[in-house]
């Protein structure tokens, strides 16, 4: 852990000197979490990559306000946190009139939860677990959905997600209570 | 039916890892005697188990390279900008070199009039200075586009600028004889002869 933390901080320095090859070891050893993030939050592969790339590139033209006293993943992860719920606000219309729909007749909700109505021996064994719980992440609210994904998709401390979102431990906790309770209800006849 | 909601707290408690022992007991004899709570407690467990399950998803191969790609390319500009904002001593000295380095480079260019720092002991003639045979001249000689030429002796050192010195065999120079007619050399003797003086000032 220290080596990996003197190793991080050498590839900083170097790259506020303007090194920007330093800079590719960093996307190298965050790419896959940052990008889990992403499409844990948008639940679009495309959406995703677009978003980590976005978030990797902003981390690196705002280097210099990088403060050392923070882990780089907890930073890394608060840009690529605020982007994605970004993203996620502007494009919230969508969403509405997708659940106004899916309300009314209950062909929307249907068509984007198929397997809802599997069974659970078939859910359970198929890549359509992963999908059922992909679009009941998605459905939550996003801040619900920030602290589930960072707690159990990348298995991060109720501390450093405190630090993440900039909120107290405390808050972090009840945000986790509601989402999970909200899971419940959508996984947990499964 | 109707159970505490500190129930539900305790659950959420446990799945937060700060369920203190007493609140653990509590759960359990709940849970044993409450099937509602028991299946409600199930059903977080097996939506947890589900969220860690969900496949850890790995970016796509060439996401680094493309990010790498999509880097601004930083203008040389910006690099310099970022270099002064980092190191404003050495920014101050180098720019206080080249300042110094150009005045000195055009001094070069305008060919200043004949002079010679000692005029004791010497003929002076047609820019040609003349230490003669049995002279001794004390102290070091400077001449400035003109030429030197040394039959006797010279107790210290001799520099010409813009010029070319001539020794007889039996000429003697006890200090240094230089010969200055390169730009890099009136800059080189130039510096040389700053940080003497400001060494005789420490002094």
């Known amino acids: 852990m220290y080596f990996m933390d003197l190793f991080i901080k050498k590839r900083i320095k170097a790259i506020q000197k303007g090194d920007q090859n330093a800079y590719a070891d960093l996307v190298d050893l965050y790419k896959d979490k940052i990008y889990r993030l992403c499409y844990r939050m948008l639940g679009n592969r495309h959406e995703a990559e677009d978003a980590a790339q976005e978030a990797f590139i902003r981390a690196y033209i705002h280097i210099d306000t990088y403060n050392p006293e923070m882990k780089f993943s907890t930073w890394l992860y608060r840009i690529a946190t605020n982007l994605t719920i970004d993203k996620l606000r502007k494009r919230k219309p969508d969403v509405y009139l997708d659940e106004e729909v899916g309300g009314t007749d209950g062909l929307t909700m249907q068509a984007q939860l198929p397997s809802r109505e599997a069974s659970p021996e078939e859910a359970v064994e198929s890549l359509e677990l992963q999908e059922t719980v992909q679009r009941a992440i998605e459905r939550l609210p996003e801040k619900y959905r920030s602290v589930i994904v960072l707690k159990y998709m990348e298995d991060l401390s109720l501390q450093e997600i405190s630090e993440i979102l900039g909120l107290p431990v405390g808050t972090v906790k009840t945000r986790l209570h509601r989402g999970r309770e909200a899971l419940r209800r959508q996984l947990g006849h499964l | 039916m109707e159970c505490p909601k500190e129930i539900v707290l305790l659950m959420h408690s446990y799945f937060d890892g700060d369920l203190q022992p007493e609140g653990e007991q509590r759960l359990k004899e709940h849970l044993r005697s409450c099937a509602a709570c028991a299946a409600h407690f199930h059903e977080l467990k097996k939506t947890v188990a589900f969220l860690q399950y969900a496949a850890h998803v790995a970016a796509p191969p060439s996401f680094a390279a493309k990010v790498m790609e999509a880097m601004p390319k930083e203008r040389k500009t910006a690099r310099l900008r970022r270099f002064m904002h980092r190191h404003p001593l050495l920014t101050a000295a180098s720019l206080f070199l080249a300042l110094t380095l150009s005045s000195l480079a055009s001094s070069w260019g305008e060919r200043g009039a004949f002079s010679v720092s000692a005029d004791e002991h010497v003929i002076i003639r047609d820019h040609t200075v003349i230490v003669p045979k049995g002279e001794t001249v004390k ?8 030429s030197i030429r040394i039959e006797g002796t010279v107790d210290g050192d001799v520099t010409v ?43």
């Open chain 2, 139 to 146: 102290g070091d000689i400077v001449v400035r586009n003109g």
């Open chain 2, 161 to 203: 600028i813009h010029g070319k010195k001539y020794m007889a065999s039996a000429g003697q120079v006890t200090g240094e004889v230089e010969e200055i007619n390169q730009v890099f050399e009136w800059i080189w003797y130039n510096i040389k002869e700053k940080f003497n003086r400001a060494l005789q000032s420490i002094e």
